[in-house]
């Protein structure tokens, strides 16, 4: 059973650019969450994806954006990127969208703007 | 808004000393309530949740409803404790959305 990976782990843009963030889901999962952790704070939810339809979103302006694969994969978009941006992207991914089934995160891609 | 409050950043114990890790959320319904632990180095990873009412790890949280409160109880704390801990709100039922707490830091020193 492989986990939850994302890629990349690290990476750096400027100012207005954009970034595409991946997660492979938990072999089996059909759902993938997305969340932002500034340094010093708890994870804050963007949104998920249920079967390839978004399911529910945090309060994140709509340059944030995302998708979902036939394969339960997921794609987090990030376009005009702002300094405060900057952050860790966690992925997580479960069997069904209610919040009570088990969450699985991956690592994380450290996003750094300039 | 739904919100979750874990009031010490950093929680520092000797090892054997008892543990109580603070949680209050703001719900007036029925939460849903997790301890998420991230040890060094590793990925945030569940710890326990309330419905499931056990101890993992030694660790056991009580929800209070009239205070609440979900607070992390451990009797004799032990240095593989030494971890970042998160309390998280289950959202609506059905978007899977978790609220975090911004962490505390347990220190268990020998």
């Known amino acids: 059973e492989t986990g939850v990976t994302q890629s990349p782990t690290h990476l750096i843009k400027t100012r207005g650019q954009q970034v595409t963030l991946r997660c492979s889901s938990q072999?089996?999962?059909?759902?993938v969450s997305w969340y932002q952790q500034a340094l010093g704070q708890g994870p804050q939810f963007i949104f998920q994806?249920?079967?390839?339809?978004?399911?529910g979103r945090g309060n994140f302006p709509p340059r944030f954006s995302g998708l979902q694969f036939p394969n339960y994969s997921s794609e987090l978009n990030v376009n005009a990127l702002e300094l405060d941006d900057s952050a860790l992207y966690l992925c997580?991914?479960?069997?069904?969208?209610?919040?009570?089934?088990?969450?699985?995160f991956g690592e994380g891609s450290w996003l750094t703007v300039v | 808004a739904q919100r979750v409050t874990q009031p010490e950043k950093l929680l520092s114990v000797f090892k054997g000393a008892p543990v109580e890790l603070k949680c209050n959320y703001s719900?007036?319904?029925?939460?849903?309530l997790f301890w998420y632990v991230q040890y060094s180095r590793q990925r945030l990873q569940l710890l326990l949740r309330?419905?499931s009412r056990e101890s993992i790890k030694g660790f056991t949280a009580d929800l209070n409803k009239g205070e609440t409160s979900f607070h992390l109880k451990k009797p004799f704390a032990q240095e593989e404790d030494s971890a970042m801990y998160y309390c998280?709100?289950?959202?609506?039922?059905?978007?899977?959305?978790?609220?975090f707490g911004q962490g505390t830091t347990l220190q268990v020193k020998p």
């Open positions: 309330h419905i």
């Open positions: 072999s089996g999962h059909n759902t």
């Open positions: 719900y007036s319904g029925s939460p849903e």
């Open positions: 997580a991914s479960s069997l069904g969208a209610n919040s009570g089934n088990t969450i699985y």
């Open positions: 994806y249920y079967r390839e339809e978004e399911n």
């Open positions: 998280a709100q289950g959202g609506r039922r059905n978007t899977g959305k978790l609220i």
